[in-house]
């Protein structure tokens, strides 16, 4: 929740509360990996025949694909979610993702995963992605967020605990991010994820610290260890 949620009987229309895309590598016809990062304000569940709808990222070499797997980052359950796999058309680059049977995604879960594509062999520009999802109510369809950058390596963690430190609203707090890559290339006013939640960077003060903004986009202020992944 953010300020002004608790208000009596306040309800929040359907929508995507978050819905970015990044990736790993432009280089050509290298594997790429695409990190994406979606919540939404109403539940996504199998009884409703949920869809999410990925589109826009064609250009790929990669071929038509019923079963696309996807991988989980850090703690969301995304995997189980969709049961690890989408199916790709490569000729509109869409990825659609059905919730898998017995599933539900929450309102406001995180659903963060990864898939790969194989780049294009010659020069093109980034696409524009777009996402909606089909179920108990239709969501989109939104142009995607593409992050200035890619997410850190799986070898990046905290150098320190973080600690909750909730002080009444937007609370700041400043935290020590050790990577294997500088962390010279992130920049003010993109979201990072520590476990199952998603922080927003107020500001860099340097190649390793940079001061954040906690439990953003609805996710819960939570403490990490020392060692947390950071993407």
Not at 113 to 126: G, I, M, P, Y
Not at 194 to 212: A, M, N, P, Q
Request: aromatic share 6%.
């Amino acid at each position: 929740l953010v300020p002004g949620d608790a208000r009596p009987l306040l309800v929040m229309a359907p929508a995507f509360l978050l819905a970015s895309i990044s990736q790993s590598t432009p280089y050509p016809s290298a594997t790429n990996t695409l990190y994406v990062s979606l919540a939404a304000s109403v539940a996504l569940a199998n009884s409703d025949a949920a869809e999410v709808t990925i589109t826009g990222l064609e250009g790929t070499q990669t071929p038509d694909a019923s079963s696309l797997t996807i991988s989980t980052l850090s703690s969301s359950a995304t995997v189980t979610v969709f049961g690890g796999s989408g199916a790709w058309t490569q000729a509109t680059g869409t990825l659609v993702l059905t919730v898998a049977a017995g599933q539900t995604a929450a309102a406001g879960d995180l659903l963060a995963f990864s898939f790969s594509v194989t780049n294009a062999l010659v020069k093109r520009d980034a696409s524009a992605a777009v996402v909606s999802a089909s179920g108990s109510v239709s969501l989109g369809p939104i142009q995607m967020r593409r992050e200035g950058h890619a997410p850190f390596s799986a070898e990046s963690f905290l150098s320190a605990d973080l600690a909750t430190c909730w002080g009444g609203g937007a609370a700041a707090l400043q935290a020590n991010i050790t990577t294997s890559a500088s962390a010279a290339g992130i920049r003010a006013g993109v979201h990072l994820q520590i476990d199952s939640e998603l922080v927003f960077v107020t500001g860099v003060l340097d190649d390793s610290t940079l001061l954040l903004e906690r439990g953003s986009l609805g996710t819960s202020p939570a403490p990490h260890r020392a060692g947390a992944s950071v993407f």
